[in-house]
């Protein structure tokens, strides 16, 4: 049996392979024969929404070897300021630590009240606003109102995410 061994991904390799146009990545070289000089690459996506590209037998989200193309490292996660996973352009990818990451993230499909950081208190018949600080939940308060919930929320998420703040809009 023949073992083979992936290439560790630097800047040059990446660069040696591909061409950034517009958000996008093209091969420079056929490196199978299913991949054309020319050809766009990425065009696949993942079960998670990531177009992915193989290099050297092992896949690779395409926004980390966009990233690496044009800054020479590879940060722990690499995260779409805009949220949208298809938008590769460099300007639209930063380095982001777990926190980070996960604070720029979309309102979750279980979230009942469609306000990131709001849910209803059945005890007390009011709308909770809590938000994430560093490990832990910030508790910010009970409301009669949604409206003024919300603005708390977005108030807080700004204050305490900065620019990785979300406020559930995609």
């Keep these: 049996m023949t073992e083979t061994l992936t290439p560790e991904l630097t800047q040059e390799l990446v660069r040696s ?16 024969n299913s991949v054309c000089v020319g050809q766009k690459a990425g065009t696949s996506v993942n079960d998670s929404g990531y177009h992915i590209v193989g290099i050297g037998g092992k ?23 805009n949220g949208d996973r298809a938008n590769n352009s460099i300007e639209n990818l930063r380095p982001a630590d777990d926190f980070q990451n996960s604070r720029n993230s979309k ?19 009011k709308w909770m606003v809590q938000v994430r600080q560093g490990n832990s939940k910030k508790y910010l308060g009970l409301y009669d109102d949604i409206e003024l919930a919300e603005l708390v929320a977005i108030e807080a998420r700004n204050k305490f995410h900065k620019e990785y703040a979300n406020h559930g809009t995609y």
């Excluded at 392979?17 to 199978?32: A, E, H, M, Q």
């Excluded at 309102?107 to 018949?125: D, E, L, M, P």
């Design 59 to 81: 896949t690779y989200r395409l926004h980390r070897i966009i990233f690496l193309y044009h800054h020479g490292y590879s940060p722990k996660n690499v995260d779409h300021i």
């Design 17 to 32: 392979l591909f061409d950034y146009r517009d958000g996008s990545l093209f091969w420079k070289v056929s490196t199978t």
């Design 107 to 125: 309102i979750s499909k279980r979230n009942k009240s469609n306000v990131k950081g709001v849910c209803w208190a059945n005890h007390v018949n």
